[in-house]
């Protein structure tokens, strides 16, 4: 049977217009849709631990594919793995791990999350708390034992557990830096405390140095504790400024010589006499002489700086001036150089 030309047209429009007339579902585009039921993971009050972790669910609502396109995690915390396609009504996981060591008392670490659902292209995911150490140290932080090489300088600190119902020894406290300081541990005003005292020795040359403290208890859970110690023993000599930094400056063309620059230091003792022997500079580029301001108790040197040729894009000269002195306990006083090349 022949269908006439006007027929076929009209059939033609009759399906056309069923597919514009179809229902919502087809005439709107498909599209994922995510949702995570908990974006913030607090663990509340917990004891130190190595690390923490955390898988947060992920759900596609949507009725297209959820592509989950990257996972940043911020400062401390690191991505586990993480599902990178989920079907529609399905869900997968984003396990986040943050390193312990990382964090100190209350903290709250964040990832960032991308995905290809265009109501949400990005979210937040957080893990946060509060760690809570099994050794309590008050003050808590390094100790800073800081004054004159003949000076005393004393701190304590109160050492008790945080551990329910536990009886806390100590069984060995050392240190690293015996040179620098003395230490003794005595039982404190109630059982289970003890008071941990911290000097620094006298006649520490003038100095800076960091150092650790162990302290063994028989805790199971927390069998050490390190707690960091800053001695900074002072000399009677003072160098102001300690750092001459001649900035940015021209450096010299191949071939030719650039303009000298000069800067000063004002060397000085309030107690006791002292002279200064020599300078000595371990880069050619400065040089450097002294003056009298006060006989045995201030000085004046003046450092000159004869900038080199300029030979790589991003250059610098540093130097250390050492001053040596006649006193018996500050031989040597130190000053740092430096000039940028501009």
């Known amino acids: 049977m022949r ?37 913030r993971q607090d663990f509340g009050d917990v004891f130190e631990r190595a690390q923490y972790e955390y898988a947060f669910v992920v759900r596609n609502r949507g009725d297209a ?15 586990a793995k993480f599902d990178k396609l989920i079907k529609p009504g399905q869900e997968g996981k984003i396990e986040l791990v943050l390193d312990g060591g990382r964090v100190h008392g209350e903290f709250s670490k964040t990832a960032s999350v ?23 140290v008050e003050p808590e932080g390094t100790i800073y034992l800081h004054g004159r090489y003949d000076e005393k300088v004393e701190k304590s600190v109160t050492l008790a557990s945080n551990e329910k119902d536990f009886a806390l020894a100590i069984k ?29 020795k006298l ?25 960091q110690v ?8 003072s160098v102001t400024p300690a750092t001459v930094n001649f900035g940015v400056v021209k450096f010299a063309a191949r071939g030719e010589a650039a303009d000298p620059l000069s800067k000063s230091v004002i060397v000085l003792k309030t107690d006791g006499e002292f002279q200064i022997k020599d300078l000595i500079i371990d880069n050619k580029n400065f040089s450097a002489k002294y003056e009298t301001m006060e006989a045995g108790k201030q000085y004046k040197v003046e450092i000159t700086f004869v ?22 306990k500050e031989p040597a006083v130190r000053v740092h150089l430096l000039a940028r090349a501009m």
Do not use: W
């Open 3 to 39: 269908i006439s030309a006007t027929l076929l047209g009209a059939i033609a429009f009759a399906v056309g217009a069923a597919v514009l007339a179809g229902s919502p579902e087809t005439a709107e585009a498909q599209k994922p849709s995510i949702e995570i039921p908990r974006m």
């Open 65 to 79: 594919d959820l592509v989950i396109e990257d996972v940043k995690p911020g400062c401390g915390c690191t991505v």
């Open 307 to 328: 900038p080199p040729s300029k030979v790589q894009t991003s250059q610098r000269e540093v130097g250390e001036l050492l001053i040596n002195t006649t006193d018996p």
């Open 230 to 237: 800053h001695v900074l023993s002072k000399g009677a000599i």
């Open 203 to 227: 006649d520490v040359p003038p100095s800076s140095a960091y150092g650790n403290i162990t302290i063994e208890t028989n805790s199971e859970n927390s069998p050490e504790t390190v707690l």
């Open 114 to 136: 991308k995905t290809n659902d265009p109501d949400h292209p990005e979210l937040t995911l957080t893990i946060a708390g509060n760690e809570i150490p099994f050794l309590r």
């Open 172 to 200: 060995k406290v050392s240190s690293n830096i015996d040179d620098k300081i003395a230490y003794s541990v005595e039982p404190g005003p109630e059982k289970g405390v003890f008071t941990l005292h911290v000097e620094k």
